[in-house]
């Protein structure tokens, strides 16, 4: 399929990522960013960020492989021309993302927000949301200020996360701003 233009890069999220080359027919190896893993593959197209632009291709077929999956793509029938997708993006229009029960956000959505403490007493900007990260126990916000200090914030609804407000770009913690 053809590339698509810059308009639909903000309509896309990101879901997984061709990691390496699998073989000698062209198969790769497929990190799933989705919960469950397996979710992965009810989306169609999927759109790769390629260091030449955004391009969607098909899957033909695919397998569980280890800890991921092995896939291949339509056209793709080398090693050589996988090599190509090899540490690439997988991403899928926004709109095909199911919705999600009240209270329930997809990371991307947290991503971007500003986070403030009411922490004693105090309200305080801790900066801004850049990504999360998954830890077993629960996921943990990474929030980076304005002089890029770092903090992690446990993403535990109501015990620290107090309220998101995604139209107003907003989230309120109650977290010491000290640590």
């Known amino acids: 399929m053809a590339k698509r233009s810059d308009s639909l890069r903000g309509g896309l999220v990101t879901v997984g990522q061709i990691t ?11 990190h799933s960013a989705t ?32 800890n991921g999956f092995v ?29 999600l029960d009240e209270g329930e956000y997809y990371w991307h959505q947290l991503e971007g927000l500003q986070v403030v403490s009411d922490y004693q007493g105090g309200t305080f900007a801790l900066g801004q949301v850049v990504r999360l990260m998954e830890t077993g126990a629960n996921d943990v916000l990474v929030v ?29 913690v109650e977290w010491d ?3």
């Open 71 to 99: 896939a291949h793509i339509v056209g793709v029938d080398d090693r050589d021309q996988a090599g190509q997708y090899c540490q690439v993006d997988i991403a899928v229009e926004r709109a095909q993302l199911p919705p």
């Open 144 to 172: 980076r200020d304005e002089s890029g200090r770092e903090r992690l914030i446990p993403y535990v609804p109501a015990q620290f996360v107090k309220a998101i407000d995604l139209d107003g770009g907003e989230m309120r």
């Open 20 to 30: 390496a080359v699998h073989g000698i027919k062209g198969w790769v190896k497929v």
């Open 177 to 179: 701003p000290e640590f």
């Open 35 to 66: 919960e469950p893993r397996e979710n992965l593959w009810q989306y169609k197209p999927w759109w790769l960020k390629t260091r030449h632009g955004v391009k969607a291709v098909e899957i033909d077929d695919y397998r569980v492989h280890g």
